[in-house]
């Protein structure tokens, strides 16, 4: 299994014996008994050499629209298995269009977004379908995550995918329209959406409509579910809890700004340039300290509602309610890196568990068959149900 570490560029990998091979690149100083593979994204052959000895590889490598293809296309063409934690919509649904076929036909997985991004959330509608006595045709989660006296922080990183992935939003949408997918059924009452900003009953504050890949990694969940599995698609909205009034201010006057200044060039520049700034300390070039960390953990509850066992999901209003609930650490770091290696450890003992002997996938089609939300469970990830 080889690792590459969450740097930008070059990939800094485990080693095993690629000494004598013809690509060099520039070896850094680093204090460790274990051998490195120094893999470059801009020079294909390196990143051959490193899939050539990997069974495994972990991707940590952001923002992925600017340097997670070469590393796709490497582990495909090589025979190595690739996982990445990487929470871009575009880059995730953009590597199903363009590898599911070719990673087929070689046998290869390729699994995006096993970490925070977006394991919990995938996983977590399959654990509440899996505990739901009946049809389960309708789930709102809610995010909340909790700090320290320091607060919390995220990585420039991910700051950076966040503004190229607004700039560019319109190409998701074409990018979508290339796949030619029907509209999923909508199986018993179908559930009205919220407004953007409302105050949840369930988290005591006010919350808006989670922004990441989770929706876009759970709809593609549930249409491979559906289509290959013949099972019940469930209708999904996700939300993430942003506090009293003065955060919504802040979010309010913050907001306006970003959307402003992704759609220019300069903006861009300087939004990436000052992330700290922009972001009223949310995100930094240093990203959080080992305080805030230790101190943060995240919490995200599903509220599900559908038919109980023997009555028809087409025949009048859900009359069935579950409550589940995801807990971890850190999201960023933590939880992240748990869910990635578990993930990476399910693939590697469980392959004949996987569907179709490889292909591009979500974490839940990837896993549903595994026992990986037992391993998340044992390793800080934990899964429950909770009274309704």
Not at 11 to 36: G, K, N
Not at 206 to 215: K, L, Q, R
Not at 340 to 349: F, I, K, P, R, S
Request: some cysteine.
């Amino acid at each position: 299994m080889v690792k590459c570490q969450p740097a930008v560029s070059p990939l800094h990998c485990r080693r095993t014996e690629a000494e004598d091979r013809a690509v060099v690149v520039a070896m850094p100083e680093l204090r460790t008994d274990i051998e490195i593979i120094v893999a470059d994204v801009s020079i294909e052959e390196s990143l051959a050499i490193m899939c050539q000895q990997g069974v495994v590889i972990l991707n940590c490598v952001g923002p992925y629209r600017f340097y997670g293809e070469p590393v796709v296309k490497a582990c495909v063409e090589n025979g190595a298995h690739y996982i990445d934690i990487c929470g871009e919509p575009q880059f995730l649904e953009q590597m199903q269009l363009e590898y599911h076929s070719k990673a087929l036909a070689r046998g290869v997985y390729v699994i995006g977004s096993c970490g925070f991004d977006s394991i919990p959330a995938d996983l977590g509608i399959l654990y509440t379908q899996r505990q739901f006595k009946g049809t389960l045709t309708a789930v709102e989660s809610f995010l909340d995550i909790s700090s320290g006296s320091q607060g919390s922080s995220g990585h420039d990183a991910t700051w950076q995918s966040a503004v190229y992935g607004f700039a560019d939003s319109r190409s998701l949408c074409q990018l979508r329209k290339k796949f030619g997918h029907k509209p999923l059924p909508v199986v018993g009452a179908k559930v009205k959406k919220r407004g953007f900003l409302f105050f949840s009953k369930e988290l005591q504050q006010y919350v808006i409509p989670f922004m990441g890949s989770d929706p876009s990694v759970v709809r593609r969940t549930q249409r491979f579910l559906y289509e290959e599995e013949q099972q019940s698609p469930v209708q999904y909205s996700a939300y993430v809890g942003v506090g009293g009034l003065f955060s919504v201010f802040k979010l309010f006057c913050g907001g306006l700004l970003f959307w402003f200044m992704v759609k220019f060039s300069l903006g861009r520049r300087l939004l990436t340039m000052f992330p700290s700034f922009f972001s009223f300390g949310m995100f930094s070039k240093a990203g959080p300290t080992m305080k805030q960390i230790e101190d943060t953990c995240f919490s995200l509850t599903f509220y599900g509602e559908g038919y109980s066992e023997g009555r028809d999901p087409s025949q009048g209003r859900p009359d069935a309610r579950i409550c589940t609930q995801v807990l971890g650490a850190e999201p960023g770091y933590v939880a992240t890196v748990s869910a990635m290696v578990q993930a990476a450890v399910t693939l590697l003992n469980e392959l004949h568990s996987l569907p179709r002997r490889g292909g591009v996938y979500s974490p839940g089609s990837a896993f549903y068959k595994t026992s990986l939300i037992d391993r998340l469970h044992s390793h800080g990830i934990m899964f429950s149900v909770r009274n309704y």
